[in-house]
């Protein structure tokens, strides 16, 4: 699954002439699922890992999780504060409460003019972002 997400927002990338090569990705959610603290047997490491074999560097913005939970697992320091207009790429991960309540207009404020918003959870209509699984 990993792989398969990196590939297509990388394809994306690609299609709006974004340079992949230390590309800024923000992964909205690492949790196992909507709302939870269980990072037990989440999919977003794979995701993470795939994004920097492509040469990208992936910050994680999780507002369920604190720090040392990801930190002493999968050895991964979440970002406290995702900056406006940083991002080459967002993907939204896990479907939290928290996102819905952020809004998709403040979501792709985060990300540069052009940039790529995939939508892993089907939070948003498929009009409003540039791809989903």
Known sequence: MGRHIASQVMQLMTKKEIPLLNSRVLILGFTFKEDCKDIRNTKVIDIV????????SADIFDPVLDRDSTLDEYDINLIDDPQINSYDAIIIAVKH??????????IKK??????VLYDV???FTKDETDGRM
Do not use: D, I, P
């Open 121 to 123: 959870k089907y939070m």
């Open 49 to 56: 890992s795939e994004l920097k074999k492509l040469g990208c």
């Open 110 to 115: 985060l990300g540069k003019k052009n940039h």
């Open 97 to 106: 409460a928290y996102f819905y309540e952020l809004g998709l207009k403040r």
